[in-house]
């Protein structure tokens, strides 16, 4: 059983397009994140929810949406997609509450293309 | 803003040899330091510091944190060629919202 699981794996599209990935983890945990990772292999975060709540959103363009239907679920909507947006974008869960609880578990990623 | 710096950002070495990756790090109201392994997919967990001095060790794979001097090793010894990969560093800091920073990795390459 795989913990957090994204969907789709790959997603190839063209611009101007609107697309939207999703995640779910089978942790119980009740923060998930979405990061981005550059082609020069560099993660960075992008949101975060606990327990249905935004909590972290770093300067991602509008047209990066999330949403939160459950703590176990975090989708990623993309409106008007752009070249700069290839990547692969990794999602994210942990259990909130002090350090040692903050290790963060990832899905296999999604690796967007955008034509 | 939190930084996170590694070196070297890439590293060759024969089947055997012994590897030190290094984190520093500068973050306001530090909390922990953690150690990832990507290879092809997603980032897998190693390791998690939060205290000075102590060591983590998990088979030929040890780590440790000097929170005075910010930093971190994670060493690899008699590697393997499965232990190719990209190994990221990324820090905690204060505040309520569990953000991770991350630094921008070291690829290591281990060669038969």
């Known amino acids: 059983d795989t913990a957090v699981s994204q969907t789709p794996k790959y997603l190839v599209t063209q611009m101007g397009n609107d697309k939207s990935i999703k995640c779910e983890q089978n942790?119980?945990?009740?923060?998930m994140y979405w990061y981005k990772q550059d082609s020069k292999k560099f993660l960075k975060i992008m949101f975060s929810y606990n327990n249905k709540e935004l909590i972290i959103n770093e300067t991602v363009p509008n047209r990066f949406s999330p949403k939160s239907p459950d703590k176990a679920h975090l989708n990623l909507h993309i409106n008007s997609l752009e070249l700069g947006d290839s990547a692969v974008y990794f999602c994210?869960?942990?259990?909130?509450?002090?350090?040692?609880?903050?290790?963060?578990?990832f899905g296999a990623g999604t690796r967007l293309s955008v034509l | 803003e939190d930084k996170v710096v590694q070196s070297p950002l890439s590293l060759v070495v024969h089947e055997g040899d012994t590897v030190t990756l290094n984190c520093s790090y500068e973050?306001?109201?530090?909390?922990?330091l953690l150690w990832y392994k990507q290879e092809k997919k997603a980032p897998t967990f190693l390791f998690m510091l939060t205290s000075s001095g102590i060591e983590k060790k998990s088979g030929r794979l040890s780590s440790i944190l000097d929170k005075k001097e910010l930093f971190s090793i994670l060493n690899i010894t008699a590697t393997q060629t499965g232990d190719s990969a990209i190994y990221l560093c990324?820090?905690?800091?204060?505040?309520?919202?569990?953000?991770?920073?991350f630094g921008k990795g070291t690829l290591l390459t281990v060669n038969p």
């Open positions: 994210a869960s942990s259990q909130g509450g002090g350090a040692a609880k903050n290790i963060q578990y």
């Open positions: 973050v306001t109201n530090f909390r922990s």
């Open positions: 942790l119980g945990h009740d923060t």
């Open positions: 990324a820090v905690r800091s204060g505040g309520s919202n569990y953000k991770l920073t």
